[in-house]
Protein backbone atom coordinates (compact mmCIF):
# COMPACT_ATOMS: atom_id res chain seq x y z
CA UNK A 1 0.00 0.00 0.00
CA UNK A 2 1.14 3.60 -0.64
CA UNK A 3 1.10 6.61 1.22
CA UNK A 4 0.63 9.15 -1.31
CA UNK A 5 1.38 13.27 -0.92
CA UNK A 6 -0.40 15.37 -3.19
CA UNK A 7 2.18 17.98 -4.26
CA UNK A 8 1.74 21.52 -6.38
CA UNK A 9 3.00 24.71 -7.32
CA UNK A 10 3.25 26.42 -3.99
CA UNK A 11 2.28 24.14 -1.59
CA UNK A 12 4.18 24.34 1.88
CA UNK A 13 6.77 21.48 2.25
CA UNK A 14 7.63 22.55 6.15
CA UNK A 15 3.97 21.42 6.81
CA UNK A 16 4.74 17.58 5.95
CA UNK A 17 8.49 17.22 6.21
CA UNK A 18 8.42 15.42 9.92
CA UNK A 19 5.56 13.44 8.38
CA UNK A 20 7.61 12.49 5.11
CA UNK A 21 10.52 11.69 7.65
CA UNK A 22 8.53 9.93 9.50
CA UNK A 23 6.86 7.35 6.76
CA UNK A 24 10.55 7.30 4.94
CA UNK A 25 11.84 5.98 8.39
CA UNK A 26 9.29 3.19 8.89
CA UNK A 27 9.73 1.88 5.45
CA UNK A 28 6.57 3.36 3.80
CA UNK A 29 6.20 3.50 -0.07
CA UNK A 30 6.08 6.97 -0.25
CA UNK A 31 4.46 8.43 -3.55
CA UNK A 32 4.71 11.94 -4.32
CA UNK A 33 2.25 13.16 -7.18
CA UNK A 34 0.62 16.38 -9.06
CA UNK A 35 -1.83 17.29 -11.12
CA UNK A 36 0.13 16.65 -13.99
CA UNK A 37 3.78 14.12 -13.39
CA UNK A 38 6.92 16.28 -13.48
CA UNK A 39 8.42 19.58 -11.87
CA UNK A 40 6.71 21.72 -9.12
CA UNK A 41 7.99 24.65 -7.59
CA UNK A 42 6.93 24.89 -3.41
CA UNK A 43 6.56 27.75 -1.37
CA UNK A 44 10.11 27.38 0.20
CA UNK A 45 11.51 28.00 -3.34
CA UNK A 46 12.58 24.16 -4.21
CA UNK A 47 11.92 22.22 -6.96
CA UNK A 48 10.52 19.20 -7.10
CA UNK A 49 9.92 16.55 -9.69
CA UNK A 50 6.93 14.19 -8.99
CA UNK A 51 7.10 10.89 -9.34
CA UNK A 52 3.49 9.85 -10.84
CA UNK A 53 0.45 12.49 -12.17
CA UNK A 54 -2.52 12.05 -10.09
CA UNK A 55 -4.73 10.43 -12.91
CA UNK A 56 -1.96 7.13 -12.68
CA UNK A 57 -2.47 6.62 -9.19
CA UNK A 58 -4.42 3.49 -8.35
CA UNK A 59 -6.86 4.66 -6.15
CA UNK A 60 -7.18 0.95 -4.31
CA UNK A 61 -3.46 0.94 -3.58
CA UNK A 62 -3.78 3.87 -1.22
CA UNK A 63 -2.99 3.36 2.33
CA UNK A 64 -3.15 7.07 2.73
CA UNK A 65 -3.64 10.76 0.94
CA UNK A 66 -2.22 13.64 2.63
CA UNK A 67 -2.59 17.33 1.01
CA UNK A 68 -0.43 20.13 2.46
CA UNK A 69 -1.87 23.43 2.87
CA UNK A 70 -0.62 26.08 -0.07
CA UNK A 71 -2.34 27.84 -2.92
CA UNK A 72 -4.75 25.26 -3.23
CA UNK A 73 -6.15 26.86 -6.11
CA UNK A 74 -3.32 24.32 -7.91
CA UNK A 75 -5.25 21.68 -6.96
CA UNK A 76 -9.06 22.73 -7.54
CA UNK A 77 -9.54 20.04 -10.15
CA UNK A 78 -12.55 17.78 -9.98
CA UNK A 79 -9.66 14.83 -10.12
CA UNK A 80 -8.87 16.00 -6.85
CA UNK A 81 -11.93 16.29 -5.01
CA UNK A 82 -13.45 13.01 -6.86
CA UNK A 83 -9.94 10.98 -5.74
CA UNK A 84 -11.06 11.80 -2.25
CA UNK A 85 -14.63 10.90 -2.29
CA UNK A 86 -12.88 7.69 -3.59
CA UNK A 87 -10.71 7.00 -1.00
CA UNK A 88 -12.86 7.85 1.77
CA UNK A 89 -15.26 5.96 1.26
CA UNK A 90 -13.35 3.01 0.94
CA UNK A 91 -11.90 4.42 4.59
CA UNK A 92 -8.24 5.38 2.98
CA UNK A 93 -6.76 7.85 5.61
CA UNK A 94 -6.62 11.29 4.12
CA UNK A 95 -4.79 14.07 6.46
CA UNK A 96 -5.28 17.61 4.84
CA UNK A 97 -3.51 20.32 7.06
CA UNK A 98 -3.56 24.30 6.47
CA UNK A 99 -5.50 25.25 3.39
CA UNK A 100 -5.10 21.54 2.46
CA UNK A 101 -8.13 21.01 5.20
CA UNK A 102 -10.10 23.66 2.59
CA UNK A 103 -9.71 20.81 -0.44
CA UNK A 104 -11.55 18.13 2.71
CA UNK A 105 -14.03 20.90 3.09
CA UNK A 106 -14.58 21.77 -0.85
CA UNK A 107 -14.86 17.75 -1.39
CA UNK A 108 -17.49 17.30 1.14
CA UNK A 109 -15.07 14.96 3.62
CA UNK A 110 -15.58 17.34 6.84
CA UNK A 111 -19.65 17.50 7.24
CA UNK A 112 -20.65 16.08 10.61
CA UNK A 113 -16.85 15.68 12.17
CA UNK A 114 -14.72 17.58 14.48
CA UNK A 115 -11.99 18.98 12.18
CA UNK A 116 -9.03 21.71 12.71
CA UNK A 117 -12.10 24.33 10.91
CA UNK A 118 -13.46 24.52 14.52
CA UNK A 119 -11.82 26.95 16.61
CA UNK A 120 -10.94 24.46 19.93
CA UNK A 121 -8.69 22.10 17.55
CA UNK A 122 -5.31 22.51 16.27
CA UNK A 123 -5.16 18.81 15.01
CA UNK A 124 -7.63 16.48 15.34
CA UNK A 125 -8.61 12.76 13.90
CA UNK A 126 -11.67 12.38 13.23
CA UNK A 127 -12.44 8.68 11.72
CA UNK A 128 -10.44 8.78 9.03
CA UNK A 129 -9.80 12.35 8.35
CA UNK A 130 -7.04 14.16 9.70
CA UNK A 131 -6.66 18.01 9.96
CA UNK A 132 -4.83 20.59 11.36
CA UNK A 133 -3.61 24.22 11.48
CA UNK A 134 -0.04 25.24 10.11
CA UNK A 135 1.22 25.50 12.95
CA UNK A 136 0.35 21.99 14.31
CA UNK A 137 2.73 20.59 11.71
CA UNK A 138 4.46 18.35 14.45
CA UNK A 139 0.75 17.31 15.89
CA UNK A 140 0.04 16.63 12.58
CA UNK A 141 3.03 14.21 11.67
CA UNK A 142 2.89 12.59 14.91
CA UNK A 143 -1.68 11.94 14.43
CA UNK A 144 -0.79 10.52 11.26
CA UNK A 145 1.99 8.36 12.09
CA UNK A 146 -0.30 6.82 15.12
CA UNK A 147 -2.99 6.06 12.68
CA UNK A 148 -0.73 4.50 10.18
CA UNK A 149 0.58 2.69 13.09
CA UNK A 150 4.22 3.32 12.62
CA UNK A 151 5.38 3.63 16.14
CA UNK A 152 6.59 0.32 17.41
CA UNK A 153 5.23 0.68 20.84
CA UNK A 154 3.96 3.13 23.27
CA UNK A 155 7.68 3.65 24.30
CA UNK A 156 8.36 4.67 20.62
CA UNK A 157 5.51 6.83 20.80
CA UNK A 158 6.44 8.64 24.01
CA UNK A 159 10.33 8.83 22.65
CA UNK A 160 9.12 10.98 19.45
CA UNK A 161 6.80 12.94 21.35
CA UNK A 162 9.29 13.81 23.92
CA UNK A 163 12.06 14.55 20.87
CA UNK A 164 9.55 16.56 18.23
CA UNK A 165 7.65 18.40 20.63
CA UNK A 166 9.14 18.61 23.98
CA UNK A 167 12.53 19.23 22.57
CA UNK A 168 14.17 16.96 24.88
CA UNK A 169 17.46 15.32 23.57
CA UNK A 170 17.68 11.59 22.31
CA UNK A 171 19.69 8.95 24.29
Known amino acids: M ?8 NC ?18 VVFCSIKEGKIV ?5 SIHTE ?10 VR ?3 IPGGNISNIDYDIVYNSLKILHSSG ?3 AGICA ?4 LEKAGLLKGIHS ?3 EEYDCVRDGNIITARANAYVDFAIETAKALDLFEDEEDLQETIAFWKEFKRAL
Open 2 to 9: KDVVLLYD
Open 12 to 29: CIYEIVILNYFLKATGSD
Open 92 to 94: TLI
Open 42 to 46: VMEGY
Open 116 to 118: SRQ
Open 64 to 66: SFI
Open 100 to 103: GTDI
Open 52 to 61: SALKDIDLSQ
